[in-house]
């Protein structure tokens, strides 16, 4: 019965007729019999012309169908060997089997493997040599890609104790290629007025639209220009963990302080899936998690985050689902930093968070230091909130791209698919500038309404 189900297994494989089946001799095929777990070798003849039936087939098959265990001895290259010796017993064959299994090398599933599509004489050459695919079906089986130089390496704790963290715009020249010199004024313009951090290449920095050779171009020139003056925490997630790892290791190999990391979005993962996703970039440097279930379409739970917070590389949360939540983790020893400006000021002085990742600080740096650095200032909350609503009326960076090409600190390019706001939001802004004050607002052009024909929107670049 064994040998009619290979036979007939064999025939299916070739989609072939029955009648024109045959096995050629310098084929090798590595299959598995479901009952005992032996392995066997089959070396057959061609097969009889079309008038001899399948039983006389599968007889004469089973005459020239030889077991090869006898024969058969393989060493992997690891710790332990996997020897089959004449003496082997079915019990021996099965422990073996499960180990060959367990390194990939035979399925449970399937009663006959095809072998790599190589000419036969290959098996043959002396100077061959298998070598084990171990390492290839073990994850994180890598050393890591780091350097121990004082200048690369940032303690966690000075992550933590940041207060103003800016999410930084990125901005453009009229071809779509970055701006670094208004990039450069941006960060500095920072710098002057009390910001400890920025966030490169985050979605205010629509690092979603960037390669990940221009994500490490950014981190590294920044890093570069402005690291001993400002703590460089480069975004560095992605929904792939294979990608995240691969930029990780860039981006702190470039000289970035500390990542920024995401839960995987769209392809959604489970709650394990999410601490195993995050586990595998910790151990590479400080990292701030980043919770904004409006983007992923998936919270992130505290657990999540009590879990990672074994390591001492989890600098902490950005946070954006509430002040609750803020509460929560602050209550249990984890830093978190507000994702929401228009929270912000509670979430410092009311909730206990540490800071703020900000939006509204590339316009107005230094009152957004005012606000989380010289205690409760209810005042001068109101009295930014509604910029802060104008920013996020529709999503990010969408207002604050408008808002900066408007004061003339960037130009009016906007990479696809953002587009400015209608010119009535415009001119609404230039009113909230007027308000507020313009002197507060980065650059030193008067503020304007631009038309729409100033804006250049690139799709190709």
Not at 7 to 33: G, N, Q, W
Not at 249 to 269: C, D, R, S, W
Not at 299 to 325: M, Q, T, W
Request: glycine residues 8%; neutral net charge; charged residues 20%.
């Amino acid at each position: 019965g064994l040998f009619c189900k290979w036979i007939e297994k064999r025939r299916r494989a070739l989609d072939v007729a029955p009648t024109h089946v045959r096995v050629s001799e310098k084929e090798k095929f590595l299959y598995e019999e479901m009952s005992e777990f032996f392995i066997l070798r089959p070396s057959l003849p061609p097969l009889p012309p079309a008038h001899r039936n399948l039983s006389s087939l599968c007889r004469e098959a089973s005459q020239s169908l030889h077991f090869s265990v006898q024969r058969f001895s393989l060493r992997l290259l690891s710790s332990e060997s996997l020897t089959l010796s004449p003496s082997s017993s079915p019990t021996d064959c099965q422990s073996s089997m499960a180990a060959l299994k367990g390194y990939g090398l035979c399925s449970m599933d399937s009663a006959m493997h095809f072998p790599c599509p190589k000419p036969f004489q290959a098996y043959k050459r002396k100077s061959s040599k298998w070598i084990s695919p171990k390492a290839a079906v073990l994850p994180n089986f890598h050393l890591p890609m780091r350097s121990l130089e004082v200048k690369n390496r940032t303690n966690t704790d000075d992550i933590k104790a940041l207060r103003l963290i800016t999410a930084i715009k990125t901005p453009y020249l009229p071809d779509g290629r970055f701006d670094l010199e208004a990039y450069d004024d941006l960060i500095n313009i920072q710098i002057q007025n009390g910001a400890e951090g920025v966030i490169v290449v985050g979605t205010t920095g629509e690092g979603q639209l960037m390669s990940w050779d221009e994500h490490i171009m950014l981190i590294g020139h920044t890093v570069n220009c402005f690291g001993a003056s400002i703590k460089v925490i480069g975004n560095t997630g992605s929904n792939s963990t294979r990608e995240a790892i691969h930029a990780t290791e860039q981006g702190f190999a470039v000289g970035m302080h500390a990542a920024l990391h995401i839960n995987p979005y769209y392809g959604k993962t489970s709650i394990d899936g999410m601490i195993a996703h995050f586990q595998s970039v910790l151990h590479m440097g400080p990292t701030i998690i980043y919770n904004v279930p409006g983007r992923t379409g998936q919270d992130i739970p505290p657990r999540v985050v009590f879990e990672l917070s074994r390591s001492s590389n989890l600098a902490g949360v950005k946070e954006c689902v509430g002040n609750e939540r803020v509460e929560e983790y602050t209550e249990n020893g984890v830093s978190v930093w507000s994702g929401n400006d228009d929270e912000c000021h509670d979430s410092r002085w009311d909730y206990g968070a540490t800071g703020v990742i900000s939006v509204t600080s590339n316009l107005v740096p230094g009152l957004m230091r005012k606000l989380v650095f010289e205690g409760k200032n209810s005042e001068l909350n109101e009295k930014l909130r509604p910029l802060m609503g104008w920013l996020f009326r529709e999503p990010n960076p969408i207002g604050l791209n408008t808002a900066l090409a408007q004061l003339g600190v960037a130009r009016p390019v906007f990479r696809l698919p953002y587009v400015p706001l209608p010119l009535a939001k415009r001119v609404e802004f230039v009113r909230m500038v007027e308000e507020i004050g313009r002197e507060h607002f980065v650059g030193e052009r008067d503020v304007q309404a631009l038309d729409d024909d100033d804006f250049i929107l690139i799709g190709r670049y």
